[in-house]
């Protein structure tokens, strides 16, 4: 499986974007997630995605971020909105086992994109 992330930039305060990750050789059978990494900061599950659509996320991202996926175009979405500084950082889409993945565990997922930058200025 190859992720491509794209949509990231920079944005103010309580503004919106939205992120997509292009896939090839996704198999629809497994998760998909999205997770952020600050400078300095570990990384952290935003949301995720199972083969039946059920989604999970943090409770920091609960009525913000809102996770969706066009399998007919193999691509998964983050839409974000109400963006906080804090929010800053690189997103990455990644795919792994369902047990791992819809519970936004990042070692146990396969597949990893290279990332997109979010900025969110104050």
């Known amino acids: 499986v190859q992720l491509a992330e794209s949509g990231g930039g920079s944005v103010q305060t309580g503004g919106s974007l939205r992120l997509s990750c292009a896939a090839s050789?996704?198999?629809?059978?497994?998760?998909i997630a999205w997770f952020r990494q600050a400078p300095g900061k570990e990384l952290d599950g935003v949301a995720a995605?199972?083969?039946?659509?059920?989604?999970n996320y943090p409770e920091d991202a609960k009525g913000r971020f809102t996770i969706s996926q066009d399998r007919t175009k193999n691509t998964l979405y983050l839409e974000m909105t109400s963006l906080k500084p804090e929010d800053s950082a690189t997103y990455y889409c990644?795919?792994?086992?369902?047990?791992?993945?819809?519970?936004?565990?990042?070692?146990?997922?396969?597949?990893w994109g290279k990332g997109t930058l979010v900025t969110i200025s104050s």
């Open positions: 995605i199972d083969s039946d659509g059920r989604t």
């Open positions: 990644a795919t792994g086992p369902r047990s791992y993945c819809f519970f936004l565990l990042s070692y146990g997922m396969n597949s």
């Open positions: 050789g996704y198999v629809t059978s497994t998760c």
